[in-house]
């Protein structure tokens, strides 16, 4: 970790600075987590030792609960599950992902101590547990957890304070992060990785975080000077200020000051009308456009989770007809819409409506993120292939490219997703050139393929830039 240092942050308390100078796209430091667990919704399709869904997973014969690839992940996987086996199978049932990851965490910290690794840079008793700010609601879930956890935790093992337990429960609840699947793409468990928990916010950060390969990697999202603080963003920067800061105040407990806080930025742009030629709506009209979208919104999400996809794209439609004249391409509600509509259309196969939708969401992004934001990243992917579905390989390969750019300074050469579209970049490459050597040809073989081999639908929406902007896993 020579490449950090602790520093006491003005305002933040501790934090992590840079002790030497760093360029966009480099690794500033690799952690793997102390211990994690998967989601209780997905135990029967993620491997419990390297987080990759499956479709044949092979069951613990014991627990009957933990599932893994085969019989190699399972003695991987072994020394972590062992005591929580038999600990589920005393138990009875099992508990929830909260208490599976405390009980994982205390295991490990009795066996080697308070520190694990050479190149940990606190320990889990420095850390914040913010147990005194809690809402009376979210104490009173709290101390369920805890006493679920004292049923649950043998009475072999080494037995705790319940002010000890309490503050490891407060760790994990505020410093908990997602832990993704062999992709990259959702969210499958949570795990807790100590020296992340040192690195303050910024809802304008100068570096990203990203799991890739079993470990989270801190990377620099630009030019980094030596001394400068490191900070991350735990909440989506396309909320508004105000949304934002409540937000850190209720999950994270701190009132973030930072500049684009405290000057709005891009508020104006996140909520403003359609200019043409000069002309703007006026601000009732644009009042009225918004609470509009706002509740279309609601009934959209409701029919998404149905899986009423038909139903998603009239809803939509609808309010993109009546909105879409008064909005401009930045309001966060229009691009919420776009998005999901882009998304929904092309798992039906309406490919030329899906990349339409897709590009008119990029375009705005473009506008409000930082060049290298990795939701933005997303989209674009989402957008070139979604062009490339639509035939439209011109624009296609140019998104393709733009995401391509970006995931490497976010996600670096050897995450799955940029291998993904490296592959992309040359495939729609090759055909760019066939296409302008003879367009014709290039839709006729097109066409051909496409009937030789027919495309497949597409995965059921799941929204991939969202489970990009919610790294930080904060139980609600």
């Given at each position: 970790m020579e490449n950090v240092a602790i520093f006491d942050s003005p305002g933040k308390g501790r934090g992590l600075k840079a002790t030497k100078e760093f360029w966009a796209g480099d690794?500033?430091?690799?952690?793997?987590?102390?211990?994690?667990v998967v989601f209780d919704s997905l135990g029967e399709r993620i491997c419990h030792s390297c987080f990759r869904r499956g479709d044949k997973l092979q069951r613990c014969g014991q627990c009957k609960f933990a599932h893994y690839c085969d019989r190699t992940?399972?003695?991987?996987?072994w020394?972590?599950?062992?005591?929580e086996c038999s600990s589920i199978k005393a138990y009875g049932k099992v508990p929830n992902e909260n208490i599976r990851l405390v009980a994982r965490l205390m295991w490990r910290l009795d066996k080697e101590g308070s520190m694990v690794s050479d190149m940990q840079l606190t320990t889990?008793?420095?850390?914040?547990?913010?147990?005194?700010?809690?809402?009376?609601?979210?104490?009173?879930?709290?101390?369920?957890?805890?006493?679920?956890?004292?049923?649950y935790w043998p009475r072999t093992s080494k037995q705790h304070t319940i002010d000890d337990i309490s503050h490891i429960f407060g760790v994990v609840n505020c410093n908990g992060f997602s832990v993704s699947d062999q992709r990259g793409l959702q969210a499958v468990g949570v795990?807790?990785?100590?020296?992340?928990?040192?690195?303050n916010h910024n809802c304008w950060p100068n570096c990203t975080v990203i799991l890739n390969h079993g470990k989270i990697e801190l990377r620099s999202l630009g030019k980094i000077e030596e001394g400068e603080e490191l900070t991350v963003s735990y909440v989506d920067y396309l909320n508004l200020s105000e949304e934002r800061q409540r937000l850190l105040k209720t999950q994270y407990f701190f009132d973030c000051t930072c500049e684009h806080c405290k000057?709005?930025?891009?508020?104006d742009l996140k909520l403003a009308g359609k200019e043409v030629d000069g002309v703007k709506p006026s601000e009732e009209q644009v009042k009225e456009a918004t609470d509009h979208c706002y509740e279309i919104l609601e009934k959209m999400d409701q029919a998404r989770l149905k899986g009423d996809y038909h139903e998603v794209v009239k809803i939509c439609k609808a309010c993109i007809e009546k909105v879409e004249p008064i909005l401009a391409d930045t309001h966060i509600y229009l691009l919420r819409i776009w998005s999901?509509?882009?998304e929904v259309q092309a798992y039906l196969q309406y490919f030329n409506d899906a990349a339409d939708y897709a590009r008119k969401m990029v375009d705005g992004y473009i506008k409000l993120y930082n060049p290298n934001n990795a939701a933005l990243g997303m989209a674009a992917m989402r957008a070139g292939v979604t062009h490339w579905q639509a035939g439209e390989i011109e624009v296609g390969h140019g998104m393709i490219c733009k995401a391509y750019s970006i995931l490497m300074v976010t996600h670096g050469p050897t995450h799955p997703i940029t291998k993904d579209l490296e592959a992309m970049r040359m495939q729609t490459e090759m055909e760019l050139r066939m296409f302008k050597q003879n367009e014709y040809v290039y839709h006729s073989m097109r066409e051909a393929a496409l009937k030789n081999k027919p495309m497949t639908m597409m995965h059921e929406p799941k929204n991939v830039e969202e489970g990009i902007k919610n790294m930080f896993h904060r139980k609600k």
């Open positions: 690794v500033i430091f690799s952690e793997p987590s102390i211990s994690a992940c399972q003695r991987a996987g020394a972590e599950h062992k005591l889990l008793d420095e850390l914040e547990d913010h147990v005194a700010d809690m809402q009376e609601d979210e104490l009173k879930e709290f101390k369920v957890d805890i006493h679920n956890f004292l049923d795990g807790l990785f100590p020296n992340l928990c040192l690195v000057n709005r930025t891009k508020d999901t509509l882009s």
